[in-house]
């Protein structure tokens, strides 16, 4: 089912969702520019949760639990620290070394388990100060042999207008075995209004390599909606990692050069690292 996604202005997004969850459809988009041409799409949906609110989203629906099993879930050992412990207290504290107030309200964007499974390529905290206004992202970011990197990238003067937020960080943590480590990602991110989007555009010394990017609508977080979604893209999570391991099998087959994972001092993969503001070039 196709989606009507509204501008990509902020002024055109509606106000931040007042809500302890909701629920965002759309679509994931990847294209890769070269040594050879590939792309693919696919019909996904998000979850939106509020980390002060989780009870509150918990009783929303009876399909949906915290820490439990259900259709859907949300689980705080799948994310941050990954041992269970509060997600907000890591957040504070990975902004707190940057020098940032701790955030009035923090939401975290990203797929949930669906019949107990999981997996997030990448969630997004949007962290927004007393004012209502955002102050800082953080991409959580994961790789399929276990290991999970954050990005603590408070918002700089100029980084946040109408056209939504732009970013700039070096890579600091190998994702893909077919991208090097030679590489900057592009952050170009819509905050999560009537619509959300995620658009990351990855490139090397000698120009764009990887366009990555999520387009989403908001959906009321209730039963009806869940059970839609989940009849609309059955095993939601499922695909995902099942996408991720087939586009690798056709990147493999059109010859796209293999790079094994870095030393351990360059970003091993199997440790959960952090990067801050301060570690850009």
Same mark, same amino acid.
């Given at each position: 089912?196709?989606?009507?996604?509204?501008?990509?202005?902020?002024?055109?997004?509606?106000?931040?969702?007042?809500?302890?969850?909701?629920?965002?459809?759309?679509?994931?988009?990847?294209?890769?520019?070269?040594?050879?041409?590939?792309?693919?799409?696919?019909?996904?949906?998000? &979850?939106? &949760?509020?980390?002060?609110?989780?009870?509150?989203?918990?009783?929303?629906?009876?399909?949906?639990?915290?820490?439990?099993?259900?259709?859907?879930?949300?689980?705080?050992?799948?994310?941050?620290?990954? #041992?269970?412990?509060?997600?907000?207290?890591?957040?504070?504290?990975?902004?707190?070394?940057?020098?940032?107030?701790?955030?009035?309200?923090?939401?975290?964007?990203?797929?949930?388990?669906?019949?107990?499974?999981?997996?997030?390529?990448?969630?997004?905290?949007?962290?927004?100060?007393?004012?209502?206004? &955002?102050?800082?992202?953080?991409?959580?970011?994961?790789?399929?042999?276990?290991?999970?990197?954050?990005?603590?990238?408070?918002?700089?003067?100029?980084?946040?207008?109408?056209?939504?937020?732009?970013?700039?960080?070096?890579?600091?943590?190998?994702?893909?075995?077919?991208?090097?480590?030679?590489?900057?990602?592009?952050?170009?991110?819509?905050?999560?209004? #009537?619509?959300?989007?995620?658009?990351?555009?990855?490139?090397?010394?000698?120009?764009?390599?990887?366009?990555?990017?999520?387009?989403?609508?908001?959906?009321?977080?209730?039963?009806?909606?869940?059970?839609?979604?989940?009849?609309?893209?059955?095993?939601?999570?499922?695909?995902?990692?099942?996408?991720?391991?087939?586009?690798?099998?056709?990147?493999?087959?059109?010859?796209?050069?293999?790079?094994?994972?870095?030393?351990?001092?360059?970003?091993?993969?199997?440790?959960?690292?952090?990067?801050? &503001?301060?570690?850009?070039?």
């Amino acid at each position: 089912m196709k989606k009507a996604f509204r501008s990509n202005r902020l002024s055109d997004n509606g106000p931040l969702p007042a809500c302890a969850a909701a629920l965002y459809s759309g679509e994931i988009m990847h294209a890769r520019m070269k040594p050879k041409e590939h792309r693919f799409t696919y019909s996904v949906f998000s &979850l939106l &949760l509020d980390l002060d609110r989780l009870d509150e989203a918990r009783r929303s629906s009876r399909l949906f639990s915290v820490n439990r099993f259900n259709l859907l879930s949300f689980h705080e050992k799948d994310h941050g620290p990954r #041992d269970g412990s509060g997600l907000r207290t890591h957040i504070e504290d990975l902004l707190g070394r940057q020098g940032l107030a701790k955030p009035d309200r923090i939401l975290l964007l990203a797929y949930p388990r669906v019949l107990g499974y999981g997996f997030n390529p990448l969630s997004v905290y949007y962290a927004y100060g007393a004012d209502g206004q &955002l102050s800082a992202l953080v991409y959580e970011v994961r790789n399929t042999f276990g290991g999970m990197h954050t990005y603590a990238l408070p918002l700089e003067p100029g980084q946040l207008s109408d056209a939504g937020v732009r970013q700039e960080q070096r890579k600091a943590f190998h994702v893909s075995p077919f991208i090097d480590m030679d590489q900057k990602y592009h952050f170009r991110m819509l905050p999560p209004g #009537d619509a959300v989007r995620v658009r990351i555009l990855e490139k090397d010394p000698e120009g764009p390599l990887l366009s990555a990017t999520f387009s989403g609508v908001k959906l009321p977080f209730t039963s009806r909606y869940i059970l839609r979604e989940c009849l609309r893209i059955p095993f939601l999570t499922f695909k995902v990692m099942f996408a991720i391991h087939w586009e690798a099998v056709k990147l493999w087959r059109k010859h796209i050069p293999f790079h094994s994972a870095p030393a351990p001092d360059q970003g091993d993969h199997k440790d959960t690292r952090h990067t801050s &503001l301060a570690s850009k070039s």
